[in-house]
C-alpha cells in the first residue's frame, strides 16, 4: 500500500521559512519523480515544483523560483520543500504527489492528472 505523508505545514510570518517533508511508503522513490502542488480555498490546484528520481532536474512555478527548493533523501524515502521569503499568496494546502517515472513530466509537472499517489496535504499560513 503507498502512502505519502506531508509535514512541516504552519503558520509562519511574512518573509519567513518552513521546510515541508513527504515521506513516502509502499514505493521505492529511486523510480519516481516527486511534483510538489498546492490549492487555496476557492483555488484550483496546482503545480509548484517537480523533482527527478535522481535530483537531476527540477522544475518550479515561476511565483516561487528562487524562493523554493526541492530536495530529496531516497535513502530515507523523503522529500523536501524548502521554502523561503514566504509572501501572501504561498498560503494553501501542500500536497506531494509520486508519478510513476524517473524524471518529471516536464512542461507538464503541473498537470495533477499525471501523478499517480498523493498526500493528504499539509496546511501552510502566512501572516503577520
Known amino acids: 500500500q503507498v502512502q505519502l505523508v506531508e509535514s512541516g505545514g504552519g503558520l509562519v510570518q511574512p518573509g519567513g521559512s518552513l521546510t515541508l517533508s513527504c515521506v513516502a511508503s509502499?514505493?521505492?522513490?529511486?523510480?519516481?519523480?516527486i511534483g510538489w502542488f498546492r490549492q487555496a480555498p476557492g483555488k484550483e490546484r496546482e503545480g509548484v515544483s517537480c523533482?527527478?528520481?535522481?535530483?537531476?532536474?527540477?522544475w518550479y512555478k515561476e511565483s516561487v523560483e528562487g524562493r523554493f527548493t526541492a530536495s530529496r533523501d531516497n535513502a530515507k524515502n523523503t522529500v523536501y520543500l524548502q521554502m523561503n521569503d514566504l509572501k501572501p499568496e504561498d498560503p494553501a494546502v501542500y500536497y506531494c504527489a509520486a508519478v510513476t517515472s524517473v524524471s518529471c513530466p516536464g512542461i507538464y509537472y503541473g498537470d495533477s492528472r499525471r501523478y499517480d499517489y498523493w498526500g493528504q496535504g499539509t496546511q501552510v499560513t502566512v501572516s503577520s
Open positions: 509502499g514505493l521505492n522513490l529511486d523510480y519516481y519523480a
Open positions: 523533482i527527478s528520481s535522481s535530483s537531476s532536474s527540477e
